[in-house]
T-cell receptor, first 114, second 112 residues
């Protein structure tokens, strides 16, 4: 079975540009999570969805960040406008609540904002 | 508030030596506990997890971890480290798998 798929794997952009990160969860999983990993702050939960509905977005750093899950197979995380301090690795993870509490992570998107 | 502490930022062991990575948690109830491994440029891979039952859990790649309620610890062990084990290891605690908190990670270097 395919795992969590994220695209792009690497993104380099200039300050002020809009950035869109994409995630395809494991088929059948009803929870989807977005994390950010930085050297300074480690792994932080940004937002998570259950059955495509955002449940907790308290980790989203500011209004420049938004996330949507239009269907069970896709989610995106947008940053507009991007800033150099947004440079990080962004991970998507998914979970099947009917089969336990383990989150399965994608390979991540390394974002560099110049 | 729940939290998890990994006291060791970086550990170096020789290949073939035993390994123990420490993890302490703070939580009001018995949490769900996880160990993940992250190889350079990769996502996080689940090594093992503890929800209930036997306090010694076995994972993939020859790893095991022991839950000690009295010490609020969930240390990861491996009897003989291989060079391919060099990676970053994260302990995580959670309630019902959603609100997960990760430790800062321990970077493992394996000497030949």
């Amino acid at each position: 079975d395919a795992g969590v798929i994220q695209s792009p794997r690497h993104e380099v952009t200039e300050m002020g540009q809009e950035v869109t990160l994409r995630c395809k969860p494991i088929s059948g999983h009803d929870y989807l999570f977005w994390y950010r990993q930085t050297m300074m702050r480690g792994l932080e939960l940004l937002i998570y969805f259950n059955n495509n509905v955002p449940i907790d977005d308290s980790g989203m750093p500011e209004d420049r960040f938004s996330a949507k899950m239009p269907n069970a197979s896709f989610s995106n995380l947008k940053i507009q406008p991007s800033e150099p301090r947004d440079s990080a690795v962004y991970f998507c993870a998914s979970r099947d609540s009917g089969r336990g509490d383990t989150q399965y992570f994608g390979p991540g998107t390394r974002l560099t904002v110049l | 508030a729940q939290s998890v502490t990994q006291p060791d930022i970086h550990i170096t062991v020789s290949e073939g030596a035993s390994l123990e990575l420490r993890c302490n948690y703070s939580y009001g109830a018995t949490p769900y506990l996880f160990w993940y491994v992250q190889s350079p440029g990769q996502g996080l891979q689940l090594l093992l997890k503890y929800f209930s039952g036997d306090t010694l859990v076995q994972g993939i790649k020859g790893f095991e971890a022991e839950f000690k309620r009295s010490q609020s610890s969930f240390n990861l062990r491996k009897p003989s480290v291989h060079w391919s084990d060099a990676a970053e290891y994260f302990c995580a605690v959670g309630l019902r798998g959603n609100d997960m908190r990760f430790g800062a990670g321990t970077r493992l270097t394996v000497k030949p």
